[in-house]
């Protein structure tokens, strides 16, 4: 018998994606984590994270998911402190960009600690990518986590050099998904539901 979940267990499981690969965020059990944002040939954010809720208790509650219910439902609203941090992952996308990142586009107060609004949720979601672009034939996930602030770097954190977040304005990435479903589990209904979602 598998051992229940939590929410920790949850948020640790595995990487959030902002689209299918790109932008993801990664916590650790440890409180440290991973930060990555990447478009085309640029590495804008290789970064580690520190990290440590608010009120550690609540990430111990047990959560009991529905699998069978795609649609969406607050599992549960939490905050954490996040620091986002000039180190660079000891393995992961950063050996692929050699040049400037992290701190080459960002200002110093970009790596102070920050308070984050976090809602885990579960159901069937499209990433923001495919629904900011309108993609239809895109990946469906059973989990998303929704961050207020994005933890990406607000406009003011970004200095002048970084002219991509600023035109592709990064911090309005805030819905992050895991979970992916299996082509096998999506029906045909189920693919057809996404061309009436807005």
Not at 111 to 128: A, I, S, W
Not at 166 to 190: C, I, P, S, V
Request: a negative charge; hydrophobic letters at 35%; one cysteine or more.
């Amino acid at each position: 018998m598998a051992a229940p979940e939590t929410l920790r267990s949850i948020l640790c499981a595995e990487t959030w994606l902002w689209n299918d690969g790109t932008t993801s965020i990664t916590f650790y059990e440890n409180g440290t984590g991973r930060l990555v944002c990447t478009t085309e040939l640029t590495a804008w954010i290789v970064a580690e994270l520190d990290w440590k809720a608010h009120d550690p208790s609540h990430l111990d509650q047990v959560v009991t998911l529905d699998n069978s219910s795609w649609n969406p439902t607050t599992i549960s609203d939490f905050s954490i402190e996040m620091t986002l941090t000039t180190r660079r992952p000891p393995d992961g996308p950063a050996s692929d960009y050699p040049g400037r990142v992290n701190e080459h586009w960002l200002h110093d107060n970009a790596f102070r600690p920050k308070t984050y609004h976090l809602k885990l949720e579960q159901g069937r979601f499209r990433n923001q990518f495919d629904i900011m672009h309108k993609v239809r034939d895109g990946l469906q996930y059973a989990l998303r986590l929704v961050f207020d602030p994005s933890p990406l770097p607000p406009d003011g954190e970004w200095n002048e050099e970084s002219h991509g977040p600023h035109a592709m304005k990064l911090w309005e990435y805030t819905q992050f998904n895991a979970r992916k479903y299996e082509e096998k589990d999506l029906g045909l209904w189920d693919k057809l539901m996404v061309w009436y979602e807005k």
